[in-house]
Every structure is written in C-alpha cells, then in structure tokens.
C-alpha cells in the first residue's frame, strides 16, 4: 500500500508539473475585450427620453476617472457608453463640456492615453460623428502603405445607401482629394469598376468639384448619347480620363 501512495504520489507530481504554463492575460487587452462584448450585447435602450440628472451626474462620473478619483475606471467607462441611448450620451458629453470646458474626446486623445482610451474614442466618435469616423478609416484603408481591401470593401459595402455622400465629404476635408480619386488611383479593372459604382457620383450638391472637359471624370458609364464611353487614349482631344468606363465601345465586355 504505501509502494502505491508512493506512486500515485509521484504521478501527481508529475502531471503538476508538466501542465501548462498560462501566462495572466494583459490588463488592457481584457478592458478592450469587456468594452467589446458590451457593444455586441447591445443593451442600448432604444427610448429617446434623457434623463437630465442622471447625464450630469454620468459628466461627473467620467471627470472623475480622467483626474484618477474613482477606482474601477474602466468598468465606469464601459458602464455608461454601453448602456445609455444614444441620446441619453449626447446629453452626457454636452454637460462634460459645459462643465469642463472641453470635449470628452480630447480627454481621450491625450499623450498619455493606451489602447482602451484609443478603442472608446472610436466608439464615442462612431455615434456622435459617424460620417467623421467611416471617412478616416477609408482614408486609412487609402493610405500610403498602401490598399487595406478588406477595411475599403467593409465600410462601402455597409454605407453605401446609408451615409455615403456625407462620408465623401468628409473624407475631401481630411485628405483633401475625393473618394472617388482615390478609388480610382488605388483599384483597376471590374473592382474599381464596383466600388465606383456604390460610392456613386452624388454628393448632394455640396463642396462638389465638377469635371470639366480638361478634367478628370472619374464617373461616367454614359455618354450623352446614351452610348458606352470609348477606352481614354493618350491622344484624346480633350485631355480628359475616365476612369469609370465598365464597357468597351468595341467589344462589349469589361475592361480590365
């Protein structure tokens, strides 16, 4: 019996031993992941009544985390962007401003600020200025590190027929070029020709440069005539390029 225990004693040893060694999880990467699984929740009331009390005393609670005296910061933080309507926030934030005379946005954009306080700010920004927010992530995606396509497809697919025109025009005064340039520069064949035509040519009448006959059209399927465009040629008379022709005049096909 005791050659048994002995045994059994040196089997658990062993096991203890060789179990893994599961390193503790970052303290950022958790708060990001809570942050996360509360907006995919969506405990969001749908009312649009706000409450006054409640979204000053909401002001106070989150100047309290940014000057460290209230502990469990990020819980706080997480509490209130994640479970107040949209317009229950919007009140929260004007009372942050008029009290302390600046947005809650550049508490979150200080030097010091980690990835939570950088993932939070996406959020704030994705509700309050959601054309602001879709246009720097095209312009991300458009960046000079070259195409994200996976990022560039996401935000045209799911904007398109929602907030597309006042995405373009924000977009113009980050990177003061229009989408549909940069598109246009970045992509070739059947999918420029797709992004294009979901960007499409509107923008509402406002801030919109028009292309002349020494410009650059960068939409136009259609002539005047109702016919197809023909391929741009470098000996064309006009100067112009179109760079939104998905029909060749001769074959019929698209251009690639």
Known sequence: ???????????????R??????????????SITKLLLAL?????PENV????HIALNDAHQLNKVFTGKLAGDEDTLIRIFCTRSAQQLTATLNYYHQHYGHDFEQSLGRENAGEFEQALRYTVMCFRQPAKFYA?????ALGVA????????RVITTRAELDMQYIKLEFTNESKRTLEEMIANDTTGNYRYFLLTLVGPGDLGLNSPRTSNASASFYSPRTSNGSAPRPPSTGSQNGSVSYYS???????SFQM
């Open 246 to 252: 998905p029909r060749s005049s001769t074959q019929g």
């Open 17 to 30: 031993a060789s179990e893994p060694k599961v390193k503790e999880v970052p303290k950022r990467l958790v």
């Open 40 to 44: 995919v929740r969506g405990n969001r």
């Open 146 to 153: 070259g195409t994200d396509d996976d990022a560039l497809i």
């Open 49 to 52: 009544a706000v409450d006054r």
């Open 1 to 15: 019996m005791l050659e048994l225990r002995g045994i059994e004693q040196k089997k658990w040893v062993f096991w």
């Open 136 to 140: 720097e992530e095209l312009c991300a």
